[in-house]
């Protein structure tokens, strides 16, 4: 049976695009390509967002980061779990890469994009794709148990062939960046493993699921292409996840580490309080008022109550809203309700 993948690499030249998909196993990729002097993006979906066994052939249905890149106007192979979540341990789908490695040489840029389990994916098989550069959001290095004694989740996972094959992202010999949260504990473990060609980028108190965050922070577009051109500029990563300190989850995430001491809260009680006096002279959305109040109630019940009160100025007609602010009434002695 022939490749589709396969053939339209062997006959790709400028300005003709190939598209299709292709099911190896239990792993669903889907290309588009069109010109080999344009970099190439390879792409592994994350967890928790399989693809359906009856949707392989829907043209709406793609796995993750392909029609963000496609439209981009890159090059683009992507793949995804079909059904389950099973890691791309499959002896099919690592004979599979073997073979594209070769072919995707003929590309001048070959890079890897990938989030969590999509991380491990990008940097578990990045040598055998002769990737030269990779973009990994909070990866997992690896389930192998002896290799990190220390992870506490994926249980069921762990239980797959770690024995074999490409079965550590750690050994990845490509460059690039890894970003993740140094204050998450199993997540800063995983990118210590790898190597000191990545560059990190660390994005403190916002917890795993990276690439939310930074698209909540107005951030992942421009370092994606930052990373594409080979042009990310460290301190403005740096002066952009300053806006964390208007972002609810960043509170919400510190509020309940395990490290936070009574000096501590009072530090973030400071740095919530100039959140609120900054919100009362800004148009927020009122889901992000909502959300900052839920995510502080916990440490500071005047200030989330004061800002759920601005939230349902906005939006009277809005029943949680509404029974929040009840609650946080009843919650402060002397409250007149």
Known sequence: MRNKLFDSLDLLQKEKIFTGWEKIDDVYCKFSLHNVNI???VTFSSAKIPIPINKLDDPTCSPWGFDFVSKSGFNVISFSCIEKDNWYRSDVFL?????????LRKFNSRLG???SMGGYGVSAYANLLNLQRVL?????????????????????????????GCFDGARMLSSGYIVYDPLHNLDKAHALRYSNDLIPLRLPAVGH???????RLGILKKLFFDFVYDCVDLSWFYRKIRGRKIYHHY??????????????KEVLDRHYRCFKEWSDHTDIP?????DAAISIEKINIKLALELMEKALRA??????IRAKVLEYRKMLPGYNT
């Open 315 to 320: 939006r009277p007609e809005g029943d949680f």
């Open 95 to 103: 004979k599979f890469i073997k073979q594209l490695g070769d072919k």
């Open 136 to 164: 990994i959001l909070n990866p997992i290095s690896t389930l192998k148990s002896d290799l990190i004694p220390w992870e506490s989740r994926f249980h069921s996972e762990k239980k797959l062939n770690w024995d074999s």
């Open 251 to 264: 509170y919400k995430t510190l509020s309940t580490h395990r490290r936070i001491t009574p000096l501590r």
């Open 209 to 215: 699921g990276i690439p939310y965050h930074l698209k």
């Open 113 to 115: 994009y990938g989030e």
């Open 39 to 41: 970099p190439l993006i």
């Open 286 to 290: 009122v889901n992000d008022l909502r």
